[in-house]
């Protein structure tokens, strides 16, 4: 039976007295881990930011469009054909099981000016569901209410990025801005949400549907609206929330079975399962360039062993005249290659703690996330790479005829 004791006492000797070419050996480890580390911390890092973005654009949600309309054979793009109206949302949200919240909208992008200073910017008109459906929230005063969607209120409430170029540091709530030449009431302002890729969520006007039709849009068609938004009580429900949606606008809209829909209907939990697919592929590939490093320390490890091996004949075949088995010096050398491998790890994991959190540092944009899974799978790997690297040259070295061994110079 094998002392494991006094063999892991001989192992961390040995590599003790050659410090120099054991930390040599370990560099390749030490940087494989740490790659794996910090590869891994940027793909989970950026799974969660797309997660973030997506959850603060809304999520559980159904955007339905209007279809493209064609001007002379040439298509205006989505939204641009006026058939989807007022009461189509009303109708979803009355006949469609499983909705939370629904909400019509129509934008444009508008000057808007307060005292001597303007900006362009996005004007929404809806109603109040739309600010929760999209996960705004309010920060000073109040949103606009359904009595003001019913009377067709001169209200706004108004993005962080709005009120900074408009206001700066002054409160913009109970001012008067207008948009184009229509003066509107600020009655809030909304949480800063950040921008989501070139969309800054925070640049932007929400007004009452029905002031926006009346008053500032100059619809050609009346109750028409570029979009509804509808959001499902989960994530599971929407798939039927869509099937039923469609069928019900195809009634509505005298649509037959073999005629295109004049609307288009997506689906944020197919975009955000692919979004999250595609960042999933790239950390992947992330972490599979990265373990290339710990197959190359791995390598590194064989030749410092069999190198090891060679040198150490004489040593090897003094063990053996005074009674070690070849199981015995397998598993010294095994225990070596595995110390050599493991040590290296545990730095390598450090290393890369080090290094992920200095790329979040020095970056503005780049968010990294060090997981306990990427840590054990790291060391984990590190210390099968020196195990199986390390068992050829154990392997040899069990193999030596102690006679020859004595004898080698």
């Known amino acids: 039976m094998i002392d494991i004791k006094s063999t892991l006492k001989m192992a961390i000797n040995s590599l003790y007295v050659n410090k120099m070419r054991s930390a040599l050996t370990s560099l390749g480890i030490i940087i494989g881990v740490s790659a794996v580390i910090i590869m891994l911390s940027i793909g989970t890092g950026a799974s969660k930011k797309v997660q973030e973005n997506m959850e603060s654009m809304g999520s559980n949600m159904l955007t339905i469009r209007s279809a493209s309309a064609r001007t002379g054979g040439v298509s205006m793009g989505i939204g641009t054909r006026p058939s989807l109206t007022l009461k189509?949302?009303?109708?979803?949200?009355k006949n469609i099981t499983d909705v939370d919240a629904v909400a019509p909208a129509s934008n444009e992008g508008k000057q808007v000016m307060y005292g001597n200073q303007n900006w362009q910017t996005s004007v929404y008109g809806t109603t109040p569901?739309?600010?929760?459906?999209?996960n705004y929230e309010i920060e000073l005063g109040r949103s606009f209410s359904f009595e003001d969607v019913k009377n067709g209120a001169k209200v706004?409430?108004?993005g962080s990025t709005v009120a900074t170029e408009l206001f700066g540091d002054v409160s913009p709530?109970?001012?008067?801005i207008r948009i184009g030449n229509v003066p509107f009431k600020v009655l809030g302002t909304l949480k800063a949400k950040g921008s989501t890729g070139p969309f800054d969520q925070d640049d932007l006007i929400f007004i009452p549907i029905t002031t926006a039709q009346k008053k500032l849009f100059g619809v050609s068609f009346p109750g028409t609206v570029n979009m509804i938004i509808v959001k499902g009580l989960d994530a599971d429900s929407l798939n039927n929330i869509e099937k039923e949606t469609e069928e019900l606008l195809k009634i509505r809209h005298n649509i037959g079975k073999n005629q295109?829909?004049?609307?288009?209907?997506r689906n944020s939990a197919e975009f955000q399962e692919k979004m999250k697919s595609t960042v999933k592929t790239f950390a992947i590939l992330l972490a599979s360039i990265a373990s290339v490093s710990l197959l190359v320390g791995g390598i590194g490890i064989m030749n410092i062993m069999l190198v090891s091996v060679t040198e150490r004949t004489k040593e090897i075949g003094i063990r053996m005249a005074i009674g070690a088995r070849a199981s015995d010096i397998r598993a010294q050398f095994l225990i070596e290659s595995f110390l050599l491998s493991i040590i290296g790890g545990i730095i390598g994991v450090l290393t890369g703690i080090i290094g992920a959190k200095a790329i979040e540092f020095f970056s503005d944009s780049m968010s990294v996330s060090i997981s306990l899974f990427s840590i054990l799978l790291s060391l984990g790997f590190s210390g099968l790479v020196g195990i199986a690297f390390g068992y050829y040259p154990a392997y040899k070295a069990s193999l030596l005829n102690p006679i020859d061994a004595l004898r080698y110079e």
């Not at 569901?129 to 999209?134: D, R």
């Not at 709530?173 to 008067?176: A, E, H, I, S």
């Not at 295109?260 to 209907?265: A, L, R, S, T, W």
């Open 88 to 93: 189509d949302a009303i109708a979803i949200q």
């Open 156 to 158: 706004a409430v108004i």
């Open 173 to 176: 709530v109970n001012k008067v």
């Open 129 to 134: 569901p739309y600010l929760y459906i999209k």
């Open 260 to 265: 295109v829909n004049d609307f288009e209907i």
